[in-house]
């Protein structure tokens, strides 16, 4: 039975990046995108295979032609890394695309010409294939077995009480990888960010001077003050995804009559689904868009992108992740400044965007930055022209939410991390103002940089009195506790206020800096 459907393994070859993809990044992909990716992958695939059949009139050759042209089509970019790029010679990836396409020329005339049977290679090839995709759902199955063996989360308790005023909107705005505005004054040598601390002191806000981050990085970071609570321990994949998208804080809010408005990033929180609504654009998903860039497509949407094809880089731009992300921000700044101009129930809104840190693609006037451009600046060159970028969007931002709210709004401003200093960085602040990260430079951030890379923006507007609670080393795991228990009587107690990394000496358990310190 099987034999008898063997000319139809193309079909694997089709959906085997979506499976692969998923098995390698599980934590972070909705089984929804797995199967529309599939379908539309199966689909391609399957009229591929009904091209080659309906050209060469021949089963077995059909699928042989199908699986050789699916291959370079679906895994472009892995060959040209593998065989063209890191091998003992480097072409630029036109030349790569142009022997992938003469190579195909030839197999598929020899493939017309020849009258040897190829169900052998056929079968061969089914086997081969069969055998990846089964190991990646392998271990898909194994992550789901972890993941569900390590999902209990206890539950915080919500004691009934009465809010100390009438309901407000609620505003938790993420600025991905913003440090202390001190580090950022300091260490980066980036004297306008007085002006943006001013502007805010002077709206009355609250920032917090010696706050520090919980976690170094945004996946741990999120479900941490997401959730009002430090995490158990690290690589648990889905279950740090799944804290992100169905937190207690959420849940909180909606069970006081809230409206939940996600606006999303290109990665992790890019979609909701316990959102009342999802402020987004993309076509695709950032796993989809993974997958995507891995083919033929990008390649060939780089050849054709620029002034002579100007046509098609305004018609096509969604394959263009950067553009993409410049796009997203522009469009979700001005919706983010426009809640508070319409009548709504009271809003719970989450912001997280992928600035000052994350793809640069901000010039400090905010224009579009190409990868060619960025690339020419060093890295602290980016990152202080992206806050520069923000810091006046977000000032002008939270200028229309205070003048448009009634009553007085609810405003967190948070960096969920500093900037990723590396243990390169390891040096005292003069010398660090020296600092350049050249192009192409890699840090290694697998210890961060614990004096620098911690410390984070921390900046609150909480009206009537709510900033009476405030102090300046309050880190992003106390900052629900203290908005329930003073706008909405609940009783939480404070947690001390850590910073954590992942033990070198023991990767299954997180370790504080301060101990982390004394072990060095």
Not at 13 to 24: D, G, I, Y
Not at 220 to 238: A, I, Q, V
Not at 376 to 400: C, F, G, H, W
Not at 497 to 513: R, T
């Amino acid at each position: 039975m099987i034999k008898k459907y063997v000319f139809l393994y193309p079909l694997l070859v089709a959906v085997s990046p979506a499976v692969f993809l998923w098995s390698r990044n599980f934590g972070e992909v909705p089984v929804r995108e797995v199967f529309s990716t599939v379908l539309v992958l199966g689909v391609f695939g399957g009229l591929v295979l009904a091209f080659f059949a309906f050209v060469l009139r021949d089963r077995d050759k059909a699928s042989l032609m199908t699986a050789v042209t699916l291959l370079p089509a679906l895994y472009f970019n892995n060959i040209y890394n593998i065989f063209f790029f890191n091998a003992l010679f480097q072409l630029r990836w036109r030349w790569a695309f142009v022997i992938m396409l003469l190579a195909l020329a030839i197999i598929f005339y020899k493939t017309f010409k020849t009258d040897t049977n190829v169900s052998a290679l056929n079968r061969f090839l089914a086997s081969a294939t069969a055998l990846f995709i089964l190991l990646s759902l392998i271990q898909v199955g194994w992550n789901s077995i972890e993941h569900y063996r390590n999902n209990t989360l206890d539950k915080i308790t919500i004691i009934p009480g009465e809010s100390s005023s009438d309901l407000r909107d609620m505003y938790y705005i993420i600025l991905d990888g913003y440090s202390r505005p001190s580090i950022i004054k300091e260490v980066m040598g980036f004297g306008e960010i007085d002006e943006f601390t001013d502007h805010l002191e002077q709206r009355g806000f609250y920032i917090a001077k010696q706050s520090s981050s919980n976690f170094p990085s945004t996946a741990e970071s999120l479900p941490s003050s997401l959730n009002m609570r430090y995490l158990d321990r690290p690589d648990l994949g889905k279950k740090h995804f799944q804290m992100s998208e169905d937190h207690l804080v959420k849940d909180f809010f909606k069970s006081q009559g809230y409206k939940y408005i996600h606006f999303g990033a290109e990665a992790f929180t890019f979609f909701n689904k316990y959102a009342d609504e999802n402020v987004n654009i993309g076509l695709f998903s950032p796993y989809q868009k993974s997958i995507l860039e891995n083919t033929i497509v990008k390649p060939i949407e780089k050849s054709l992108a620029g002034n002579r094809f100007a046509w098609f880089t305004e018609k096509f731009g969604f394959l263009d992740a950067r553009l993409i992300q410049w796009e997203r921000t522009n469009y979700q700044l001005d919706r983010l400044a426009e809640i508070a101009s319409t009548d709504h129930v009271p809003t719970f809104v989450f912001a997280h965007f992928l600035l000052p840190q994350g793809p640069y693609v901000f010039n400090a006037d905010g224009s579009f930055v190409s990868e060619e451009e960025a690339a020419k600046r060093t890295k602290l060159e980016n990152y202080r022209n992206q806050v520069s970028y923000i810091n006046k969007e977000i000032a002008a931002v939270v200028d229309t939410i205070l003048e448009n709210s009634e009553p007085d709004p609810i405003i967190i401003l948070q960096g969920d991390h500093g900037f990723a200093f590396g243990i390169l960085a390891t040096k005292e602040p003069e010398l660090l103002k020296e600092l350049t990260f050249k192009p192409g430079q890699q840090e290694e951030l697998i210890i961060p940089n614990v004096n620098y890379s911690f410390p984070n923006l921390n900046a609150y507007y909480l009206p009537d009195g709510g900033d009476t609670l405030l102090y300046d080393s309050i880190s992003p795991v106390n900052t629900f506790r203290l908005i329930l228990n003073y706008y909405f009587g609940q009783n939480f107690t404070f947690l001390d206020d850590i910073s954590y990394v992942i033990n070198p000496n023991d990767p299954s358990q997180y370790i504080s800096v301060e101990d982390l310190r004394l072990d060095r």
